[in-house]
């Protein structure tokens, strides 16, 4: 079970005859020198984790450290409950719990790095919306979880999900990826149909810029986790309609990881150029202006 490439997991996937859920988990109880039961005790420890800072915030909105975010997300829940949402309602929560997940984690509150913590907001946002409308068990989401972990591996093995290095498409598009795929196996996809609504994604936020106002893990980064959410449900639909992929998912990683090696220092988490450049930005963090 220990694959290092896309191609390698599709064809245990298609040797064993089993979902990306299942591979991940094998590997995890054959390398990851724990048993199954630890296995499973873990990812529902991140569920649960993942839960609470999606839904907290809902309730108790909290100022973000740096004072650029907060209670965001439950302007968004009210919205939706005075009836003038326009998303729909999975859209409308997934990306409600996006941001919240970004609240939690602006305010020093414990969340599950989903690859990181300034993406975390995208795979609890997805995974809880679709439990949500459609009945999903937790089992099934720990299911989604375990997928979402291989699509992660392989971005970090092979990539890179820091936005120092690569970008926010690092970060968030990584993030997005992993809910993309989590999504499609959760709503009866095949394997390749997973991987290839990963690749849409990072097709689709190639080159997407990190540059955090005040060098804070807090804006423009719980609206692109939201962005991620929208992104990501968009690559789930077009791969289970039965869309292929010209790219395939270890293509697009390469190609990602190119595009954010050739991205200038100041747009790679420096806080030096992009929005945090912005003068409305630097006056708001007490900075140049």
Not at 5 to 11: Q, R
Not at 198 to 224: F, H, I, K, W
Not at 229 to 243: H, M, P, T, Y
């Amino acid at each position: 079970m220990d694959f290092k490439t896309a191609k390698d997991l599709l064809a245990l996937c298609r040797q064993e005859n089993c979902p990306i859920s299942a591979v991940m988990r094998r590997r995890e109880w054959e390398l990851g020198e724990t048993t199954p039961e630890q296995a499973e005790e873990r990812m529902a420890r991140a569920l649960e984790i993942m839960r609470t800072s999606a839904t907290d915030p809902l309730e108790h909105p909290t100022r973000s450290m740096g004072g650029l975010i907060g209670g965001e997300a439950k302007k968004l829940a009210d919205h939706a409950a005075a009836g003038r949402a326009i998303c729909g309602p999975l859209l409308q929560r997934a990306v409600t719990y996006a941001m919240a997940v970004l609240e939690v984690n602006a305010s020093m509150g414990l969340i599950v790095a989903a690859p990181t913590a300034g993406s975390s907001g995208v795979v609890p946002g997805l995974l809880l919306a679709l439990q949500d409308e459609y009945h999903l068990t937790d089992a099934q989401l720990l299911d989604g979880l375990f997928n979402a972990g291989a699509v992660g591996y392989l971005a970090m093995r092979n990539a890179t999900v820091a936005g120092a290095v690569g970008g926010c498409q690092a970060e968030v598009g990584v993030g997005a990826a992993m809910a993309a795929s989590a999504a499609v196996e959760l709503m009866g996809g095949a394997p390749e149909q997973c991987l290839n609504a990963a690749s849409t994604v990072l097709m689709n936020m190639l080159g997407l810029v990190c540059d955090p106002v005040g060098g804070l893990v807090e804006y423009p980064c719980q609206n692109r986790n939201a962005a991620g959410v929208a992104n990501a449900l968009i690559a789930a639909e077009i791969a289970l309609s039965g869309i292929g992929q010209l790219i395939p998912f270890d293509e697009m990683l390469a190609v990602m990881c190119q595009v954010g090696r050739r991205m200038p220092a100041e747009l790679r988490e420096t806080a030096l150029g992009g929005c945090a450049a912005a003068p409305s930005a630097c006056r708001r963090c007490g900075g140049c202006g």
